[in-house]
């Protein structure tokens, strides 16, 4: 499939502002054009000195030179004090404009990723659409802040240049833009070449920013293994493939300059040479040669820099790609539009003939049969990869299935929209997510209105509150990131306050106490007894005892149920499940 230049897909982005865009355009354009005024002023003031009454303003009524060097005055104060008014309205124009459209692009751009499936995330490395929602994000707000501007005023010069010359001395204005065709076309060569150039630079700088949020993400890891060094020399190797990406793109745009100046250097000693052939034999006036001479230079001589513009274009167009292609990733699994209000949730829940594929051909779940009846805690059991947490993660439509349908009060969850399925549900997982921010803030983050009366009993269900309040701030303390300043059983009872808090019809308990010791999983469990009471409940669990009083267990293996009954039936049945009890317990099992 063939991709639109990076620009026009910018272009067709920034719709909304094209208005704003034009206009800092004027600006750009109208303070070139007092720019180079100046020129034509020292021509005038020349044409006085040496023509006296007989000089270009005595056209218009000033007949002394006197007369006229007091208009010129006047005229080079206008001139001085309109550049300076429209550089101001530009650089407050093209930056804000800049700033907008980065605020914008990177809203845009992360919202759309929160829209993505899990898959997109699993294939993403973090760190590389950090670089994305970051790095390239402010590489085109560099751009748009100096670089359109530049461009914009090369081409006014030239226009506007150009017009002059040809009133001027028709005669030798070929000879002044003779550079201008080798420069336009080194310009475009330049830029083909350094396209693929700096596209490897914005995928180095992704690369290594990824390794750089994984390595700081497992710190604790990295220094538990004495693995620092290692690391170094990891995060080395991809810096070094990132300078090497950066000398290719250097090496080829560090020579733009020096080659287009001897090429403006030739314009520039041809036309001062002809023009002044010229003037000697009468053909040119002395201050149209000056205004030649000065407007030849300002002619020139920008173009030397549309080097830098060109390397910072480069840049800009990279990132942009790199951005837009992730608002052009359509989402796979996307919301239905159903209606299904918490109070009306009975929490009926039909798994009807699911099969699942992470990867095609390699199915997790196979034919998955189940009916959930309301209110009831069911338990799913088997060893790691027999499908358990997919069957959750299938429920809360992280994953669509591959076959089948998943119902809840007889509602397909694919024909319901995204907040009415997941805000019936709550997940009390084993890796439990806290944000860095206070305990209050975590407690409440499935409900933000919620009181403090509210945050407190939920606490205190969860039997969280006591150690709450033994901490240095008590609800007003920072977790840290990730919840780092807690423990592992402290963390998991604010997972359960914070379920108790949205009061969910459906709780999903996925191994929540997998990973504390005996006293806390005692707690844990306690508060879990409190909470499944009256709503649909159901648990991945691998410690037998923490559900051997749901209403139903079901024994999954290999992406099938093999084994369904209560604790006391599947004992007696002597299979799968029987046999993990002995396991886990160490007891005879009678038969």
């Known amino acids: 499939m063939n991709q639109a230049p990076p620009l026009r897909r910018l272009w067709q982005y920034a719709e909304s502002h094209r208005g704003r865009v034009w206009r800092a355009a004027a600006w750009s354009v109208l303070n070139k054009a007092f720019d180079i005024a100046p020129p034509v002023l020292i021509g005038i003031a020349v044409d006085i000195v040496v023509n006296k009454e007989g000089a270009f303003l005595s056209n218009y009524g000033f007949e002394t030179a006197r007369s006229q060097l007091v208009v010129l005055t006047f005229l080079t104060f206008a001139i001085w004090g309109l550049e300076s008014l429209f550089e101001y309205l530009l650089g407050l124009a093209w930056r804000n ?50 670089g359109a501007n530049q461009v914009l005023q090369v081409l006014t010069t030239v226009v506007l240049i150009g017009a002059m010359f040809f009133v001027l001395a028709p005669t030798i204005a070929w000879v002044a833009f003779l550079p201008i065709p080798v420069i336009l076309w080194g310009s475009f060569r330049f830029q083909k070449k350094m396209e693929p ?25 990295i220094k538990a293994f004495t693995s620092e060094d290692r690391e170094i020399e990891r995060v080395a190797a991809e810096s070094e493939d990132y300078r090497k990406a950066n000398r290719r793109a250097i090496t080829l745009s560090a020579a733009f300059s020096p080659l287009i ?32 001479v000065f407007l ?172 709450i309040m033994e901490l240095p701030q008590g609800y007003d303390t920072i977790v840290g990131e990730r919840g780092q300043k807690l423990s592992g059983g402290q963390r998991q009872r604010l997972s359960i306050a914070r379920a108790v808090l949205v009061d969910p019809p459906i709780l999903i308990l996925d191994e929540a106490t997998s990973s504390v010791d005996n006293e806390t999983e005692a707690a844990i469990q306690r508060s879990l007894a409190r909470l499944v009471v009256d709503r649909s409940t159901l648990v991945v669990a691998h410690r037998l005892s923490t559900i051997r009083h749901a209403d139903m267990i079901h024994v999954m293996e290999r992406g099938r149920i093999v084994e369904s009954g209560t604790h006391e039936e599947l004992i007696d049945g002597d299979g799968s499940y029987a046999a993990l009890w002995k396991v886990q317990t160490g007891e005879a099992v009678e038969g």
């Not at 970051?134 to 100096?146: A, G, I, P, S, W």
């Open 97 to 146: 404009l800049a700033q907008t459209i980065q605020h914008e692009l990177r809203l845009d751009a992360y919202a759309h990723m929160q829209h993505l499936e899990m898959a997109y995330f699993e294939e993403q490395p973090t760190g590389n659409l950090m670089a994305i929602l970051n790095d390239d994000v402010n590489q085109l707000e560099r751009f748009l802040d100096t």
């Open 296 to 467: 030849t230079q300002r002619l020139l001589w920008p173009l030397t820099q549309l080097g830098q513009t060109f390397d910072l274009y480069q840049r800009a167009m990279a990132s942009t790609n790199r951005i837009l292609d992730v608002l052009d990733t359509p989402p796979e699994i996307v919301s239905g539009e159903g209606i299904l209000e918490r109070e009306d949730v009975k929490g009926h829940i039909e798994f009807d003939a699911v099969s699942f594929s992470y990867t095609p051909g390699f199915p997790v779940l196979d034919g998955i049969a189940l009916d959930l009846a309301p209110g009831a805690t069911t338990a799913f059991v088997g060893a790691t990869g027999s499908g358990k947490t997919t069957l959750i993660k299938l429920l809360l439509r992280l994953y669509d299935v591959t076959d089948g349908a998943i119902r809840i009060d007889g509602h397909d969850i694919r024909s319901l929209e995204f907040h009415h399925l997941r805000g019936a549900l709550a997940v009390v997982g084993q890796d439990v997510f806290l944000f860095h921010g206070t305990v209050r803030e975590n407690i409440a983050y499935g409900k933000p209105d919620a009181t403090a009366e509210e945050i407190v009993h939920a606490a205190d269900v969860a039997e969280a509150h006591r150690f």
């Open 261 to 292: 100046r001897v090429v403006i250097l030739t314009g520039f000693t041809a036309t001062l040479l002809w023009g002044g052939l010229l003037t000697l034999d009468g053909r040119l006036a002395v201050g149209a040669y000056s205004v030649m």
């Open 197 to 221: 150039r700096y596209a490897d630079v914005r995928e180095s700088a992704g690369a290594i920013s990824s390794l750089l949020a994984n390595n700081l993400g497992g710190i604790a890891t």
